[in-house]
């Protein structure tokens, strides 16, 4: 089983960045699935970014080109890198785990892009 903890959001300005991590523990990573979601208010989570336990990445179209997903298996890692931040970004960013039948998530971080 493994418990996620996300951090990183925060107040930044259109065409800014920010680095989302997600701290994993209880278990290692190396074999999940890793993935960052988001729920803006009023509309439904949707995927952002995975990255598997082979390194393969996907990207939502919304975000192909600014956000980086990435993972360091030994120390249990995962970051979203956020660049060219627009306000429709804005949202509560989620981390996920899941392998084969078995999902965990993380508590949320909120990133607010406003000037």
């Known amino acids: 089983q493994v418990t996620l903890v996300e951090s990183g959001g925060g107040l930044v300005q259109p065409g800014g960045s920010l680095r989302l991590s997600c701290a994993a523990s209880?278990?290692?990573?190396?074999?999940?699935?890793m993935d960052w979601y988001r729920q803006a208010p009023g509309k439904q989570r949707e995927l952002v970014a995975r990255?598997?336990?082979?390194?393969?990445?996907y990207y939502a179209d919304s975000v192909r080109g600014r956000f980086t997903i990435s993972r360091d298996n030994a120390q249990n890692m995962v970051y979203l890198q956020m660049n060219s931040l627009k306000p429709e970004d804005t949202a509560v960013y989620y981390c996920?785990?899941?392998?084969?039948?078995?999902?965990?998530w993380g508590q949320g971080t909120q990133v607010t892009v406003s000037s």
């Open positions: 996920n785990a899941h392998r084969g039948i078995y999902d965990s």
């Open positions: 209880g278990s290692s990573t190396s074999i999940y699935v």
């Open positions: 990255i598997t336990a082979g390194g393969s990445t």
